[in-house]
C-alpha cells in the first residue's frame, strides 16, 4: 500500500512519486546529525517508517533542496 494520498482526496494534491526512502547506503553521521549519503537527521532516519506521506515530503524536498542523497561523499 502507498504512502501517498489519493488524487483529490481532501482537496490535496498528489505528491510526486519517490523511492520508498532516500537511503542510498552510505550512512554515517560521524561529524553532525546529518547523514552523509541521505542528508536526514539520525531522527528523521529513526522516525521514517512512522512519518506520514506529507511529513516524508517535507523532509524530500529538503534533502534534494541541498543536493542529496549523495552516493559518494
Known amino acids: ?3 501517498q494520498p489519493a488524487n483529490g482526496e481532501g ?14 547506503a552510505v550512512c554515517s553521521t560521524t561529524f553532525d546529525e546529518v ?9 528523521e532516519v529513526a522516525q521514517w517508517v512512522a512519518m506520514t506521506a506529507e511529513q516524508k515530503e517535507i523532509v524530500w524536498q529538503r534533502i534534494l533542496a541541498a543536493g542529496y542523497p549523495r552516493r559518494n561523499t
Open 11 to 24: 482537496g490535496t494534491q498528489p505528491l510526486p512519486p519517490r523511492p520508498d526512502t532516500p537511503c542510498v
Open 35 to 43: 547523514c552523509r549519503g541521505c542528508g536526514r537527521t539520525y531522527v
Open 1 to 3: 500500500m502507498s504512502d
